[in-house]
């Protein structure tokens, strides 16, 4: 005759989005109702799952690595190993990350027409981008052109970091200003009455008072 080994599976799964950081589902603990056993132990003793599935870029991961004592992926308590046969799987699921997770700013301060243009500053908090690409508008946004202005306005500038195979593309915002440039002119001139009209053409005053600010 014959005593069977008895029989017991476990699953779990887990999705998480992509951190960039190595992340785990530790068998037991996935998302809720996903953590499933089949089979039970015998009375006095009880299973004990000691394992993980780790990944860290986006896709599925299947492979149970055992947390245990020597690496064990289960062991029996108040019984033998050897009379159970135990499978133990799980699935970590590591979706593309966005904008709930990662997040741009980008600035761009203001310079006066005719100056050389100020640089955009921009970064990420997070994720695998690359360095992002600039458009501006005129219009408070509605449309974008690839065009840095140069004409004396207000404008937005808009930072946008494509996706990768672990993220989605984010963008960010800032307004700035081209100031106008101010020039002041000045001039005097001092004449005797004539009796008829007279004149200061702006730029033929009187010696040292012709003045441009600017």
Request: aromatic share 8%; with cysteine; proline share 2%.
């Amino acid at each position: 005759f014959k005593i069977n080994k008895r029989v017991i599976t476990v699953t779990d799964s887990k999705s998480v989005p992509y951190s960039g950081s190595e992340q785990a589902l530790v068998i037991g603990e996935g998302d809720e109702g996903q953590y499933k056993v089949d089979g039970d132990a015998a009375k006095g003793e009880k299973l004990v799952v000691t394992a993980k599935v780790t990944g860290t870029e986006v896709g599925p991961y299947t492979q149970v690595v055992g947390t245990g004592e020597d690496g064990a992926v289960w062991s029996i308590e108040g019984g033998k190993a050897s009379n159970y046969d135990v499978t133990v799987s799980g699935t970590l699921t590591i979706t593309k990350a966005g904008a709930t997770q990662f997040q741009g700013t980008v600035s761009l301060d203001d310079w006066t027409y005719g100056e050389k243009a100020a640089t955009e500053e921009a970064s990420t908090n997070g994720g695998d981008y690359g360095d992002p690409s600039y458009t501006y508008s005129s219009d408070g946004g509605k449309t974008w052109s690839g065009d840095k202005p140069s004409d004396a306005g207000d404008y937005m500038v808009k930072a946008t970091w494509a996706a990768t195979n672990n993220c989605d593309e984010i963008y960010a915002t800032d307004t700035f200003k081209i100031n106008k440039r101010v020039i002041t002119v000045t001039d005097s001139k001092s004449v005797p009455y004539s009796g008829s009209e007279q004149a200061l053409v702006i730029g033929e005053g009187d010696e040292g008072q012709y003045k441009v600010d600017g």
